[in-house]
């Protein structure tokens, strides 16, 4: 009897790349809340419908949860807007931060820019992010 040698190697379809596949969403908004409560309602047993209390629990989550969306909206507007009024205020004033040497600069405020999230104050020739201003003195 004549023995055969066993194969090698795999035999099947060429690799095909995968498709580009959409970014799940990683937020629950309020449409995508409503779209689940409706979804929950369309599709409930109508022998044991979805309680009541149940319903309202859900949809005074739904109300807190848009408030809260706005409440943080407005915290950083006006964190923004306390950001841009400090940086107006220096202009003028002595100002002190650390270069990327590590040595403390001084010298006066010239101007500032709003361009950013983070306002840039102009001491001397450098641009300086405000949040890297270390300190100020009054002007003799």
Do not use: C, H, W
């Amino acid at each position: 009897m004549t023995t055969v040698p066993p194969i090698s190697g795999t035999v099947g379809t060429p690799a095909i790349p995968p498709t580009a596949t959409p970014a799940p969403t990683q937020t629950l908004d309020a449409d995508v809340f409503m779209k689940l409560l409706v979804t929950q309602l369309t599709n409930q047993d109508p022998s044991s419908p979805m309680d009541t209390n149940e319903m309202i629990a859900q949809t005074t989550q739904l109300a807190s949860m848009e408030q809260l969306t706005a409440l943080t909206a407005t915290t950083t507007e006006s964190f923004a807007l306390s950001m841009r009024q400090t940086a107006a205020a220096l202009i003028g004033q002595e100002a002190q931060y650390v270069d990327a040497d590590g040595v403390t600069q001084s010298g006066t405020v010239s101007s500032v820019s709003f361009a950013g999230p983070v306002p840039i104050v102009t001491i001397g020739d450098a641009e300086i992010p405000l949040d890297a201003v270390s300190g100020l003195a009054l002007k003799s």
